[in-house]
């Protein structure tokens, strides 16, 4: 079965960090372009970052440049987003996804979408 699982999600203060995984089964990460979504309560889902398979990355949303970033295992077929110094406006479901294709994109389409993982940044 071909599918994508993110983890790390949870509660977190402001200010603080979470690593998010997105974990690959049945297909390889190596050939597919990986990007990082989320989606907040009342609001359209968002571009947020994005690996390519050139090994550069692009971050999409403004507002986390500078505290977001994306990088890969491939032993481990799973990407990861790092990010720090969150605040509040970052609580969203996070998704990852992945897009077999010659480059990134900020809205698709994509191949493969995980189940979301939540992120909650509150005192």
């Known amino acids: 079965q071909l599918q994508l699982v993110e983890s790390g999600g949870g509660l977190v203060q402001p200010g603080g960090s979470l690593r998010l995984s997105c974990a690959a089964s049945g297909f390889t990460l190596n050939y597919y372009n990986i990007g990082w979504f989320r989606q907040a309560p009342g609001k359209e889902r968002e571009g947020v970052i994005c690996?390519?398979?050139?090994?550069?990355?692009?971050t999409y949303a403004d507002s986390v440049k500078g505290r977001f970033t994306i990088s890969r295992d491939n032993a481990k077929n799973t990407v990861y987003l790092q990010m720090n110094s969150l605040k509040p406006e970052d609580t969203a479901v996070y998704y990852c996804?992945?897009?077999?294709?010659?480059?990134?994109?900020?809205?698709?389409?994509?191949?493969?979408w995980g189940q979301g993982t939540q992120v909650t940044v509150s005192s």
């Open positions: 996804a992945a897009r077999r294709s010659n480059f990134c994109s900020s809205y698709g389409p994509y191949d493969y």
């Open positions: 690996s390519s398979l050139s090994g550069g990355s692009t």
